[in-house]
């Protein structure tokens, strides 16, 4: 059987019915919270008389100082408490991407630092060794060529090369 469609007017009524629901629903939130908050305040403000000498004055005033101080070592405590479990919280997740064997890599950045440098940073102030990396290094020659071992006069060699038997010594040596 195929499936029934409800009809647009049935689809409106529904929609208004959770409407009115949900608005009511939250009209009675707004209600309780306001009661909550006006019963907080009549237990922890009293009604504030003013007095009528300057005596009292101050006596009200340092009774006000007091209670600020309180309420601030609570805040104070309170704070410390939320940082200590933040800490606790950071700890705990480290150690779980530990169990996890799931590291995230930091980005790197490049570096300039010596051999010597590098040590240092390594082994602290027990490195007393400096290596030189570039004096370990296997020598290599480079060869002669055949051309400029051999000092003699330029125009000598030109002299050589030139006419037909000199043409034929320099396509010989080149082959």
């Not at 601030?72 to 169990?99: A, G, P």
């Not at 082994?123 to 000092?151: C, F, I």
Request: with cysteine; glycine share 4%; hydrophobic share 35%.
């Amino acid at each position: 059987m195929a499936e029934k469609k409800m009809t647009g007017s049935r689809r409106n009524y529904l929609k208004s019915l959770l409407l009115q629901i949900g608005q009511t629903m939250l009209d009675e939130a707004a209600e309780q919270a306001q009661d909550e908050k006006t019963k907080y305040m009549e237990e922890n403000c009293p009604a504030l008389s003013f007095p009528a000498c300057m005596q009292e004055l101050q006596e009200l005033c340092r009774k006000l100082h007091k209670q600020i101080d309180l309420v601030d070592d609570e805040r104070y405590d309170m704070d410390m408490k939320v940082k200590k479990s933040e800490k606790e919280i950071n700890d705990l997740k480290l150690m779980i991407q530990d169990l996890n064997k799931k590291f995230k890599k930091p980005a790197l950045r490049k570096v300039r630092m010596s051999a010597d440098a590098m040590l240092a940073a390594l082994l602290g102030s027990k490195h007393k060794v400096s290596m030189d990396l570039r004096g370990n290094l296997k020598q290599v020659k480079k060869e002669v060529k055949d051309e400029e071992k051999q000092t003699g006069d330029w125009r000598k060699k030109i002299e050589d090369k030139s006419g037909m038997d000199g043409r034929k010594k320099m396509f010989e040596t080149e082959a």
